[in-house]
């Protein structure tokens, strides 16, 4: 768990949804893309192609546990919902020339904003049967 953030006066850089390379798996994803089920695997779109979420160390099985667990339906949903960052982060960067401008030396922080629960169970989407 990260500890506060360095003080000073910070902006907002951007914003919008957050993958990680760091959480390998269920991070890996951003939250809300698509899912679909194939042979018995099951398939997030990431950078544009279908990935096969056992090459991120998921499974069918842990997938449907959390679903269950997070959300209270068993069975994979239609959009990814199990990102740890939830649907939104926003991306913060400290103004050290007051010119309100990201620019110079500036760059983005290494914390950030983001949803956390009980935001999440909220959006999520489940393929209706």
């Known amino acids: 768990m990260a500890g506060p953030t360095d003080a000073g006066r910070y902006r907002v850089a951007r914003y919008g949804r957050h993958s990680s390379l760091r959480y390998?798996?269920?991070?890996?994803?951003?939250?809300r893309s698509p899912v679909k089920e194939e042979g018995g695997k099951v398939f997030v779109m990431h950078n544009g192609e279908w990935a096969d979420v056992e090459k991120y160390g998921l499974t069918r099985d842990a997938i449907i546990d959390s679903a269950k667990s997070l959300h209270g339906v068993a069975k994979v949903p239609n959009k990814?919902?199990?990102n740890d960052f939830g649907h939104l982060t926003v991306y913060l960067y400290r103004d050290r020339n007051n010119n309100?401008?990201?620019d110079g030396k500036e760059r983005i922080h290494?914390?950030?904003?983001h949803t956390g629960e009980p935001n999440r169970p909220g959006s999520c989407v489940y393929a209706r049967q």
Do not use: A
């Open 100 to 102: 309100g401008r990201m």
């Open 110 to 113: 290494g914390e950030f904003i």
């Open 80 to 82: 990814w919902v199990f």
């Open 24 to 31: 390998r798996g269920w991070s890996t994803f951003l939250w």
